[in-house]
């Protein structure tokens, strides 16, 4: 699976729009995008998922290059419950059993009022 | 979502005692459970894969003598640190994926201690 490459930290201001990026410059034509946050001391929570085409659902917004090689993950409204470490992984996806996610650093996001 | 839990979320032991951390699909058939391990201010690695009724596959570096791993049913995996040390101490997390689904789904960690 192609590596990314996430900034280690970003701060945001409560009520404003959370631009997480990810760079993923050797992703593969069949490989998804894939974000997932994980508060403190919890496990990991599914956010958002795609390959080429933009997608958004109720929590986040996802922003993918024409050439694929980076993305940003959006929270339009960020609150203090946004406040976590963000994963970006990039994946082949495949019914078959096995492949599972492999979790890189992430990125800290501080949510402040 | 689909649901996953794990229990216990807390346990503390003496060292050499074994512990088993129970992980359950509630609401969905888990073809394909993770196991993996975080440290403190560390991210997670991945320890181990398993599929219902078969060996699991432990990622390089892992004991499997030391960390067993039992997926006997599609809703259940169990993860059993046996003769536990004080740096086996970690946050334990599983993950459960359904059959023809592609999303992976995480319980809520358990905390182990050794003392």
């Known amino acids: 699976d192609a590596k990314t490459t996430q900034p280690p930290s970003m701060d945001c201001a409560e009520g404003r729009a959370a631009n997480l990026p990810c760079n993923h410059s050797?992703?593969?034509?069949?490989?998804?995008v894939y974000w997932y946050r994980q508060i403190h001391s919890q496990g990991p929570q599914y956010i958002i998922h795609?390959?080429?085409n933009n997608e958004t659902n109720e929590m986040a917004s996802l922003i993918i290059t024409e050439d694929r090689k980076s993305s940003t993950l959006i929270l339009p409204h960020a609150t203090l419950r946004d406040t976590a470490v963000y994963y970006c992984?990039?994946?082949?996806?495949?019914?078959?059993?096995?492949?599972?996610?492999?979790f890189g650093k992430g990125t800290t996001l501080s949510v402040s009022s | 979502g689909a649901v996953v839990s794990q229990h216990p979320s807390r346990v503390i032991c003496k060292s050499g005692t074994s512990v088993k951390i129970e992980c359950r699909s509630l609401?969905?058939?888990?073809?394909?459970m993770f196991w993996y391990r975080q440290f403190p201010k560390q991210s997670l690695m991945l320890m181990a894969t398993s599929n219902e009724g078969s060996k699991a596959t432990y990622e390089q570096g892992v004991e499997k003598d030391k960390f067993l791993i039992n997926h006997a049913s599609l809703t259940l995996s169990t993860l059993t640190v046996t003769s536990a040390h004080p740096e086996d101490s970690s946050f334990y997390i599983c993950?459960?994926?359904?059959?023809?689904?592609?999303?992976?789904?995480f319980g809520p960690g358990t905390r182990l201690t050794v003392l």
């Open positions: 993950s459960a994926r359904g059959q023809g689904h592609n999303e992976q789904f």
């Open positions: 050797t992703i593969s034509g069949n490989e998804y």
């Open positions: 609401d969905f058939q888990a073809t394909t």
């Open positions: 992984i990039v994946r082949v996806d495949s019914n078959q059993a096995g492949t599972a996610l492999i």
């Open positions: 795609g390959l080429k």
